[in-house]
């Protein structure tokens, strides 16, 4: 059952023409985590190039749920596409059926997946990225 502290990733995506855009995000909510005004946890490093599921560039951010509106909010003003979604022990599903887009969907590589059960995303939550 979903609490306001589960844990939540987003994964920004971007072009190369939109990756100035996604910098100044990043460096946003890495700005604000530090000074304590956002509740983000991580923000994991720009990638330029897929990685995992993700069919293009991206970075990560985790939060809890009571974050979320704001998160959310924060990402729509910028007007790049995102995935965000909880963190479960069902990998698939969180990149999927319980996962929100903002902006036009990606097709991820499923395969590349945990299964349900074995999601290795909670054991990294709020440490490290791909």
Do not use: C
């Amino acid at each position: 059952m979903a609490t306001e502290r589960q844990p939540y990733h987003a994964h920004i995506y971007f072009e190369a023409g939109e990756r100035a855009v996604a910098n100044r995000f990043h460096q946003r909510l890495s700005e604000s985590k530090r000074g304590g005004q956002l509740a983000v946890l991580f923000v994991g490093e720009l990638r330029d190039q897929p990685v995992g599921p993700h069919p293009k560039g991206q970075f990560e951010v985790h939060f809890r749920e009571d974050a979320l509106p704001q998160v959310v909010s924060l990402i729509e003003a910028t007007g790049l596409t995102a995935l965000v979604h909880p963190l479960t022990d069902d990998d698939l599903a969180d990149h999927t059926s319980l996962g929100q887009w903002i902006g036009e969907p990606l097709p991820l590589d499923l395969s590349v997946l945990d299964p349900p059960g074995m999601n290795k995303g909670v054991a990294r939550f709020g440490k490290s990225d791909f």
